[in-house]
DNA sequence: CCCAGCACGC
DNA sequence: GACGTACGTGCTGGGT
């Protein structure tokens, strides 16, 4: 199959994204927001021969519409300053997509059948022990059911209502697990996490495999998130279990192809980088440029206690600022997170603002911009237009200030990436290379390996990601390789 | 067929 | 007094 084109092509829906990203992509409302017309939606795939004169007018109107569409379009990106992120990343990486769509992933399919036995196991057994207890059936995978055995029939207390009943939630079961009055809470919690495991993933992704290739061929969408992030679908392999033991067992079932091996690579940090990078704090950048442990030097500087004196749950406390620093999380975020209280994480916050000044002014500063501009902007000029900035409604105005301070720095690291894909596919065929780029993460990206090119393809791929763009921080690539996506250390 | 609730990833 | 951290996909149940 030839996925290669060599001639110019222009993609309106890409362009249509790059320009609005929030809006939807296809040619039918691109072409009445712009043109004021409705295409026909011409049904079925027929011969122009076959088609009545209505049809062929149709079909006239809408190679119209993608004729105007380009002119307009392009004209709108360039006035938006925004041809960069087009014309450099987004258009050149949809011929890697799909490379990487169509060579795919290998699936261990006995390993997973082993697995889905064991799984179906341990779901028997927790529904037979909750019937001990409850007596008559109770449907486990509806929350609805789930809510009045515990809350009616068991008489617990309640935690949280949702707008159409109880809330049984992990975080509610958790703090019932903590009251320590029953045994169902717990038992529920591992009957949904295996039960998500089995469904979602062990029964679900041998069902994908592709009858020719024998292999999983996910579909990337490049013009869904609105930061300019892939996302993945059919299935998904962006969300592959990794946090729990039993959950990441599931890795183990992605294998290198035949006589091959994978190698993984990963920027560290790479949102907090940017956030160094953006707020010129000097704090950051020195913790950075030392290659030193990020979430300590911060604890170090919140809870003014030298390096060394860094406790554990202090660590964790930097570690959750850092982390919600980047979405504009509340007091009442850090709290729940830390399970604090509200004044302390309050105290948290103060201090971290006034250990990172810069950061503060920074963030402060991308709130006052999109004010002013009515967007959010990253380092290849995507935008994202944010009306609610001026809504008097505060949550929705406080929504979008989250989102300004966001998405200039998750849709930065996405353009990083990007960049990088598209240098090292096109290293990887000047060089005649014979291993693959098969999957990307957000933050990640997954080879199928030669092993004679191995060492070749090591560095190559960090040279790549480390040098996509020249920042005053350095970026940090970890690598990793192995035979499934388990073991890749 | 669509929405709610829930849970997985970064 | 309510609200309360960004971006996604997809499962099941349950109501229409």
């Given amino acids: 199959m030839k996925i290669d084109p060599t001639f110019k092509y222009f993609d309106v829906a890409q362009a249509h994204f790059i320009i609005n990203p929030e809006y939807r992509h296809d040619l039918s409302t691109i072409t009445e927001e712009f043109l004021g017309f409705k295409i026909v939606d011409l049904k079925g795939q027929k011969d122009m021969l076959g088609m009545s004169d209505e049809e062929v007018q149709a079909l006239g109107e809408k190679a119209q519409a993608i004729l105007s569409l380009h002119k307009i379009l392009r004209a709108k990106m360039k006035e938006l300053d925004a041809e960069r992120a087009y014309d450099d990343l987004d258009i050149p990486l949809i011929k890697v997509l799909a490379s990487m769509e169509l060579e795919g992933v290998c699936l261990n399919t006995s390993f997973y059948k082993e697995l889905e036995g064991e799984f179906s196991k341990q779901i028997d057994e927790i529904e037979a022990d909750v019937i001990k207890i409850s007596g008559d059936k109770v449907n486990l995978r509806s929350p609805k059911q789930v809510g009045e055995f515990l809350f009616e029939k068991l ?51 041998p069902a994908i495999i592709h009858p020719k290739t024998g292999k999983i061929h996910t579909h990337y969408q490049p013009s869904n998130a609105a930061t300019g992030r892939l996302s993945s679908d059919n299935p998904n392999l962006q969300n592959i279990p990794v946090r729990t033991e039993n959950g990441r067992k ?28 953006f707020s010129q704090d000097e704090n950051m950048l020195k913790a950075f440029k030392n290659d030193l442990d990020i979430h300590r030097q911060t604890a170090a500087e919140v809870f003014e206690v030298p390096l060394e004196k860094v406790t554990k749950d202090q660590r964790n406390g930097a570690k959750a600022i850092n982390f919600g620093l980047m979405y504009g999380q509340t007091s009442f975020g850090l709290s729940q997170a830390l399970r604090i209280s509200q004044g302390e994480a309050k105290k948290y916050i103060t201090s971290y603002f006034n250990n990172f000044q810069s950061v503060k002014s920074y963030l402060d500063g991308l709130k006052e911009l999109a004010e002013q501009t009515g967007y959010a902007v990253t380092l290849f000029g995507r935008k994202r237009n944010l009306p609610d900035i001026k809504s008097t409604n505060r ?25 990088a894909m598209i240098n090292i596919q096109d290293l990887i065929k000047k060089r005649n290379l014979k291993s693959r780029m098969i999957l990307q993460v957000h933050d990640e990206l997954i080879f199928d390996v030669v092993p004679e090119e191995l060492e070749v393809m090591k560095v190559l791929v960090v040279e790549q990601m480390e040098g996509a763009v020249s920042l005053t921080v350095p970026l940090k690539v970890e690598m990793g390789t192995g035979n499934n996506w388990y073991d890749l250390k």
Avoid: W
């Fill in 155 to 205: 008489q617990l207390p309640v935690i949280r209502k949702t707008k159409t009943g109880y809330s049984t939630d992990a975080e509610v079961l958790n703090e019932l697990v903590a009251l320590n009055v029953s045994p169902v809470p717990e038992m529920l919690l591992r009957y949904r996490e295996v039960e998500k495991l089995l469904s979602t993933y062990v029964k679900a992704l």
């Fill in 250 to 277: 599931l890795r183990k079932g992605f294998v290198a192809s035949k006589g091959r091996t994978l190698l993984s690579a990963d920027y560290s940090q790479v949102e907090l980088r940017l956030l160094a990078h």
């Fill in 395 to 419: 949550q929705i105005k406080a929504m979008a200030e989250r989102v300004a301070i966001n998405s200039p720095i998750q849709g930065t690291a996405a353009d990083i990436i990007k960049l």
